[in-house]
């Protein structure tokens, strides 16, 4: 059985670019969280979503953000116009259900540099 | 909101050495509580996790109890190996939810 796939493992982008961070869940979990881990920090919930719907989104940042988990593929975070303080490992976990004894599984991260 | 806080790092131990890490939490109800760990480059993993008072998860050498009266869920282990060099991560998510909150992170180093 596949993890959590993750890719790209590295990205690089300038200043102004598009980021675009697909995660692939565990195959038969309907349930995707994304997680942001600054430098010489701990994760910080950004969004949850079950397939096709957000459910949860507290977490992420009110502009440039954005996040979606379609019926077919991966889920996608996008980050338009990245800046410098975007540089971050960005998780991504998939579970088979909500609740506080399901275990999430997570991917090995994107990295993503801005320069 | 919910929150966790961590012991401060970096830890260095010689192998064999007794391991505490120490975690904590503020929470409004009833939450589930996990340790993870992250090797370097990669993504976490599930240590343990205990889901009600003074539950005791294990694995690998590795303990904590959930101490509901003292808001506390300490990692411990007897006896390190170097192979357990990593960063811990103590975390919680409430009955009714999903979402994780995560402490600051432990970086572990363990020397031969």
């Known amino acids: 059985n596949a993890g959590v796939m993750q890719n790209p493992r590295h990205l690089v982008r300038r200043r102004g670019q598009e980021a675009r961070l697909r995660c692939s869940p565990v195959k038969g979990h309907s349930h995707v969280y994304w997680y942001r881990q600054l430098p010489e920090e701990g994760l910080k919930f950004m969004v949850y979503l079950q397939k096709e719907n957000i459910i949860d989104e507290s977490g992420m940042p009110k502009e440039r953000f954005s996040a979606e988990f379609p019926k077919e593929g991966p889920s996608i975070l996008r980050i338009q116009q990245v800046v410098r303080g975007d540089s971050a490992a960005y998780f991504c976990a998939s579970s088979t259900s909500q609740g506080a004894n399901t275990e999430a599984f997570f991917g090995q991260g994107t990295r993503l540099t801005v320069v | 909101g919910d929150s966790v806080t961590q012991m401060e790092g970096p830890v260095t131990l010689s192998e064999e050495a007794f391991l505490t890490i120490n975690c904590t939490y503020t929470?409004?109800?009833?939450?589930?509580l996990f340790w993870y760990v992250q090797y370097p480059g990669e993504g976490l993993q599930l240590l343990l996790k205990?889901?009600?008072?003074?539950d005791k998860g294990s694995n690998k050498g590795f303990e904590a109890t959930y101490r509901k009266e003292t808001t506390s869920f300490h990692l411990e282990k007897g006896s390190v190996q170097v192979s357990d060099s990593a960063v811990y991560f103590c975390?919680?998510?409430?009955?009714?939810?999903?979402?994780?909150?995560f402490g600051e992170g432990t970086q572990l180093t363990v020397n031969p």
């Open positions: 975390a919680l998510t409430e009955t009714s939810g999903s979402r994780l909150t």
């Open positions: 205990a889901t009600k008072a003074d």
């Open positions: 929470a409004t109800g009833y939450p589930s």
